[in-house]
């Protein structure tokens, strides 16, 4: 019998999770943040570590700091650059600023004292950076925007005031007056000295902006001789989240700009040199002819200004990163394939895709003189560090986490389909095939009787599959006894753009025949409970266990959770994403509420019958918390048994480790209450 135990959430919590990559010039070393966080002190930290990619310990190499984050090496490999809030030499940090440390060890020294802060940022050479900071756009120069931040922080009134029309991001609101700028950051021959370098706006008068949704390094690129820079920007008016972005080089010692592409009916973003400096690739996606259109590979001549998809003919979505292949025929970047996400080589001249590195999930990668490193998870394990070089095998080079997750028994994931439904309409057996990925309990016997527990996913146009979650962990679901099915239904990303599309304008139709058929199918299983069934689900996957408990007869399910569910297309529109919701439901409400209303479960509240837990925090702004409240009192104005778990300092997600610990036990206690099979469930 095997001395191993059952996986818990504080084990969950105890596993280090490692932050993206970044390999030496050489490719000999790489260098990526580790983070650990405390159930006792309810909080993380992270620290950088070096790993040799030829094998050996790894060394921790930052140990002042407790936010040490996105490491980058110098092009001449003496220095990696890294964001972190600190205490130096009496001074503390109140924004995120930049430091350098030496490979070989020593004291991290601050780069910059910026005082709006430095966010994202790239090498420009061996002494210099740019970087992204937000800004008030009238002021000039950094004293001016010192005085100005200083002058904000010591305000007493906490009113926001704005006039745009995007001012949050899924849990902040944006800066109050500021936009994100592009910065140029020269160390000059003190590098490394901890004397701050000088820092300059270089969008300062222009006008332009990066994104104001989350400005980060794919949105700029520098160009190989360190004299120019590309960038995406909105030439709209008024930004918005749905804005269709072009793309723009800036000279970096004049500050001159060109703007390279533009068409009002293209998105355009994630810019990357060649290595010869000749060519940009991109990630474009044709918002003119459907929002709903894949995010494709262009490349752009950089003196013609002639652009075109490479990717025409490859039913795929391209995620950014994009990284050339050191020889300048081939492109690199991540994109799912029905529940994974490979890492693709494309090779421009054949317009061909090739899987580079399989997944499991990879989340992030890097290239340096010959080596590829990446960072995937799979379904049984969370995120490893392998070096792949060529006529050799993969080679893993750490082992954080090995130990303690050794001490478990994890349960066997498999890859199954079922026939749901058909997006054409017709006859229920001709229906599509559909993805379903089970998760069985550890040590399972197929004699026995389980639980089944549906665990619905967000998006809805993103999937399950094999990877590693932390906040709905199906190794965690399984090991309290369920068969946990994780269905990707219509709609979901990763089985071509015709299934991701097909639930455009009737939300909830045929996601719902999915998940039915799903159950349909695993009630057939001998080992299959069907008195104990349960479905939940979070944000898309909320909605959806809200419309089944609307539109299916009470009893199928024995209970429901609805965690940061949208209940209420209308009152949705206090989100950030409300310039999207009615691209997808067909109409703004408005103009046709019968159609808004006919996708939006509120409005089927009166057959609610079957039990729900409601979970919601108040700082989630892209499913604001009057939702799930919505959701909650509806239920108890009908007598409906129903609980809610409201977090006022979580946002669409649950970070803090003694709240996962709470949402955790409160999922769990709420599936034992009405399930007839446990100890204490109803009866």
């Known amino acids: 019998m095997s001395k191993k135990k059952a996986f818990g959430v504080e084990d969950l919590w105890q596993l280090e999770r490692l932050g993206s990559p970044s390999l030496a010039p050489d490719g000999s070393q790489v260098v990526a943040s580790l983070s650990s966080h405390s159930m006792e002190e309810n909080k993380g930290s992270s620290a950088l570590w070096l790993l040799s990619t030829l094998g050996g310990a790894a060394r921790r190499l930052t140990a002042c700091g407790d936010k040490d984050g996105a490491p980058l090496w110098s092009p001449d490999g003496q220095w990696i650059a890294f964001t972190s809030k600190r205490e130096q030499e009496g001074h503390k940090d109140e924004a995120a600023q930049l430091y350098l440390i030496a490979p070989d060890g020593g004291e991290a020294r601050r780069a910059a004292e910026v005082a709006t802060g430095i966010e994202a940022f790239r090498w420009a050479g061996p002494h210099r950076l740019l970087f992204t900071s937000w800004v008030w756009p009238d002021l000039r120069g950094s004293k001016a925007q010192a005085r100005q931040h200083k002058a904000f922080k010591a305000r007493k009134e906490t ?29 000059g021959p003190a590098v490394g000295s901890g004397k701050p370098g000088k820092s300059r706006d270089l969008f300062e008068g222009s006008g332009y902006e990066l994104s104001r949704a989350a ?3 794919s949105q700029f690129d520098v160009a190989p001789d360190g004299r120019h820079a590309v960038f995406a ?8 989240l749905d804005g269709r972005f072009a793309l723009a080089e800036i000279e970096i010692k004049s500050g001159k700009v060109r703007v390279l592409v533009q068409d009002a009916d293209w998105d355009f973003g994630s810019p990357a040199y060649s290595p010869d400096g000749k060519t940009i690739a ?21 003196a013609s200004r002639q652009w075109q998809v490479a990717s025409a003919d490859w039913d795929h979505d391209v995620q950014a990163p994009l990284r050339w292949d050191e020889d300048g025929q081939a492109v690199l970047f991540t994109a799912e394939q029905r529940g994974r996400t490979h890492l693709w080589r494309f090779r421009l001249k054949e317009r061909r895709a090739e899987v580079a590195v399989a997944g499991g999930w990879v989340g992030a990668f890097d290239l340096a003189a010959g080596t590829l490193i990446t960072l995937a998870d799979t379904a049984l394990n969370p995120a490893r560090l392998h070096v792949h070089r060529a006529g050799e095998k993969p080679r893993r080079i750490e082992h954080f986490n090995d130990a303690l997750l050794a001490r478990f028994e994890f349960g066997r994931v498999e890859e199954t389909w079922i026939k749901g439904a058909n997006a054409n309409g017709g006859a229920r057996s001709q229906g599509d095939e559909v993805q379903v990925w089970l998760t069985y309990p550890p040590r399972f016997d197929p004699k026995k009787k389980y639980p089944l527990l549906h665990s619905i996913h967000g998006g809805p146009h993103t999937g399950p599959g094999d990877n590693w979650h932390y906040r709905w962990n199906t190794q965690l679901f399984a090991a309290q006894g369920y068969v946990v099915a994780s269905v990707n239904y219509h709609g979901s990303s990763g089985f071509g753009n015709a299934f991701l599309d097909s639930i455009t304008h009737r939300w909830g139709a045929l996601e719902l025949q999915d ?6 199918a695993l009630l ?6 069907r008195r104990r069934v349960f479905a939940t689900g979070g944000s898309y996957g909320g909605y959806m266990v809200a419309w089944m408990n609307a539109h299916v007869p009470a009893g199928r399910y024995q209970a ?7 209940f209420d297309w209308v009152s949705m529109y206090a989100g950030d994403a409300w310039a999207w919701h009615s691209k997808e439901l067909g109409a703004q409400y408005w103009q046709d509420m019968a159609k808004t209303q006919s996708q939006s479960p509120h409005a089927f509240a009166g057959t ?11 700082l989630d702004y892209r499913v604001p918390d009057g939702q799930g409240l919505a959701y909650y009192n509806t239920l108890k104005a009908q007598g409906v048994d129903a609980r809610l778990l409201w977090f006022p300092d979580e946002n669409h997600w649950v970070l803090k480790p003694r709240n996962s610990r709470l949402w955790y036990q409160e999922y769990f206690a709420w599936l034992q209450k009405h399930d007839p099979g446990a100890r204490g469930g109803s009866k």
């Open 159 to 187: 009113g926001y005031v704005t006039s745009e029309a995007q001012h949050s991001f899924w849990d902040h609101k944006l800066p109050m007056g500021r936009v994100a700028h592009l910065h140029l950051l020269e160390l």
């Open 215 to 217: 400005p980060d390094t």
């Open 233 to 240: 920007f909105d030439p709209a008016p008024e930004k918005r």
């Open 282 to 302: 991109a990630i474009a996606s044709h918002q003119g002819r459907k929002h709903t259109m894949p995010a494709q590979l262009v490349v752009l001549d950089r």
């Open 515 to 520: 998940i039915e058929a799903a159950t349909d």
């Open 524 to 529: 057939k299983k001998p080992f299959i409970d």
């Open 560 to 566: 429901y959770i609805c965690h940061a569910g949208c």
């Open 608 to 618: 609610m019958r079957t039990p729900t837990l409601v979970v919601h925090g108040a």
